[in-house]
């Protein structure tokens, strides 16, 4: 999985600390930027664009042949298309953006998209762990209680499975869109920002993606892992 793209003071490839005068400035020890005769430059965007171009390119085809193969549209493959949507939109909100991030050590985007990136790139991440836990606990159901599930194992359920993953991520991921913001950075030669999610505490960043991406999903697949042993 990819890097966000938004510039964390608590895990970021150079000191950031937050000036105690003045909350918007931060100190930074900047390295240079990104210059198009540093050879060097070019084995981080060769790779950043080989992985963009595969996770662009491999869930196109997925999104479109269950598109027009209407006679693949089962309750998996369903979770399945929604699955290759939140990946390709993690792809195209992670990768350019995060490569950007990495060789200028700027955010060049302005405001608006400082709030919006890192809001859609955790939206992404969350609608692919939860779309996983939904296809878990289906094929649960299918295995373990077969003639049950067949009664609401229906495309109509799927859909609704979706749109409750998809509402939830995106009301669970507000504090991001809310508390992300440009901050102008102090000791370098030119006017940088930097794109900074200014969580209350030490560390809140972390443990709320953490707590939302990975360890809820983990239990709930760890539980539905051991219904299915257990019988």
Known sequence: MTTPVSFDSEN????????????????????????????????????????????VTGNVLVIVTLL?????????????????????????????????????REFLFGSALCKLIPYFQAVSVSVSAWTLVSMSVERYFAICHPLK????????????????????????????????????????????????????GKGMTHSFGHKVTFFAPSVAQKEVTKKAEAR
């Open 149 to 200: 599930s067949r009664k609401w194992q229906t495309l109509s359920h799927a859909y609704k499975m979706i749109a409750l993953v998809w509402i939830g991520s995106l009301l669970c991921m507000l504090p991001i869109l809310v508390l992300s913001k440009l901050q102008k950075i102090k000791g370098t030669e030119e006017n940088i920002e930097k794109n900074n999610k200014l969580f209350p």
């Open 68 to 104: 027009i193969n209407k006679r693949m549209r089962t309750v998996t493959n369903v979770f399945l298309f929604n699955l290759a949507i939140s990946d390709f939109l993690l792809g195209v909100f992670c990768m350019p953006f995060t490569l950007t991030g990495v060789l200028y």
């Open 12 to 55: 970021s490839s150079y000191p950031l600390n937050l000036d105690s005068k003045n909350e918007g400035i931060i100190n930074v020890n900047a390295s240079v930027p990104f210059s198009t005769k540093d050879s060097g430059a070019w084995h981080i965007i060769l790779p950043y664009s080989i992985i963009f171009i595969l996770a």
